[in-house]
């Protein structure tokens, strides 16, 4: 695991330094084109905060704008959909968060993709229908892997056995993607996830970092991932090291 752990942040850190260092054109003919950078994205903070009284992990992310209030504009259809989000790796097992699987880094997401609704269990703008409402920023759990195809260097890990190695709670996409339903906190410059402690099986001793991320839906290009990161906006840590502790409190 350690030695998939380096792999992994080598190759995202190469991925994140050659974004800057190449014609994304060149990169990317399929004419991928991340959402503009805003101070929304840039990331000051974060924290997970272990409420004991509570049995709650709050993550929190800082950033230096508005936390959600830069959101992707629609493309019109599932294949490109753009993905935004706040993204928090950790070193949980798959096995804390309900997947099955032996690799992958767990990361808790906040994303917003106003194309299509992935929460089929939540209605979270209250309009009675369950399905209209994946531009408001909800949660998921991913498994991360590292991914050469894509300019960010990871993607979310795919499966085609979703009966087998996903929660029910899952969407049924083919890929280690899970819609658990915590609830998401915008407030000002923060925004918050809120983490029940028996979801990530009772554990507090897990490290994490903070990542902003454009991803993007894939379904007609069978060389490139699913859904894979091509823009990284900003690494709180700065190298990926997953340095932050859970702060009881
Ligand atoms: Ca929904
Ligand atoms: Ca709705």
């Given at each position: 695991?350690?030695?998939?752990?380096?792999?992994?942040?080598?190759?995202?850190?190469?991925?994140a330094?050659?974004?800057?260092g190449?014609?994304?054109?060149?990169?990317?003919?399929?004419?991928?084109?991340?959402?503009?950078a805003t101070?929304?994205?840039?990331?000051?903070?974060?924290r997970?905060r272990?409420?004991?009284?509570?049995g709650?992990?709050?993550?929190?992310?800082?950033?230096?704008?508005t936390?959600?209030?830069?959101r992707?504009?629609?493309?019109?259809?599932v294949?490109?959909?753009?993905?935004?989000?706040?993204?928090?790796p950790?070193?949980?097992?798959p096995?804390?968060?309900g997947?099955r699987?032996?690799?992958?880094i767990?990361?808790?997401?906040?994303t917003?993709?106003?194309?299509?609704?992935?929460?089929p269990?939540?209605?979270?703008?209250?309009?009675?229908?369950?399905?209209?409402?994946?531009v408001?920023?909800?949660?998921?759990?991913?498994?991360?892997?590292?991914?050469?195809?894509?300019?960010?260097?990871?993607?979310?890990l795919?499966?085609?056995?979703?009966?087998?190695?996903?929660?029910?709670t899952?969407?049924?996409?083919?890929?280690?993607?899970?819609?658990p339903?915590?609830?998401?906190?915008?407030?000002?410059?923060?925004?918050?996830?809120?983490v029940?402690?028996?979801r990530?099986?009772?554990?507090?001793?897990?490290?994490?970092?903070?990542?902003?991320?454009y991803?993007?839906?894939?379904?007609?290009?069978?060389?490139?991932?699913?859904?894979?990161?091509?823009?990284?906006?900003?690494?709180?840590?700065?190298?990926?090291?997953?340095?932050?502790t859970?702060?009881s409190?």
């Open positions: 695991m350690r030695f998939f752990l380096a792999t992994f942040f080598l190759l995202l850190l190469t991925g330094t050659s974004l800057s190449c014609d994304p054109a060149e990169a990317q003919p399929q004419l991928v084109t991340p959402t503009t101070a929304d994205l840039d990331l000051t903070a974060a997970v272990y409420i004991e009284d509570l709650l992990l709050v993550f929190e992310q800082d950033v230096a704008g936390a959600g209030a830069t992707p504009e629609a493309a019109g259809q294949d490109g959909a753009p993905v935004l989000g706040y993204v928090f950790t070193t949980l097992s096995s804390d968060v997947f699987a032996d690799d992958g767990v990361a808790l997401a906040a917003s993709h106003p194309d299509f609704d992935d929460t269990l939540w209605d979270e703008d209250h309009s009675g229908d369950y399905a209209d409402d994946g408001i920023f909800h949660s998921h759990w991913v498994l991360l892997g590292p991914d050469d195809r894509v300019p960010g260097g990871l993607a979310v795919e499966t085609q056995r979703i009966a087998e190695d996903l929660p029910p899952a969407p049924g996409m083919p890929m280690y993607l899970d819609s339903g915590f609830s998401v906190v915008l407030s000002g410059n923060t925004i918050r996830l809120l029940p402690l028996d990530v099986g009772g554990r507090t001793d897990f490290q994490f970092d903070a990542v902003a991320a991803m993007e839906v894939n379904q007609g290009d069978d060389t490139r991932p699913l859904l894979g990161v091509y823009e990284v906006y900003d690494v709180l840590s700065g190298d990926l090291s997953l340095p932050y859970v702060a409190e």
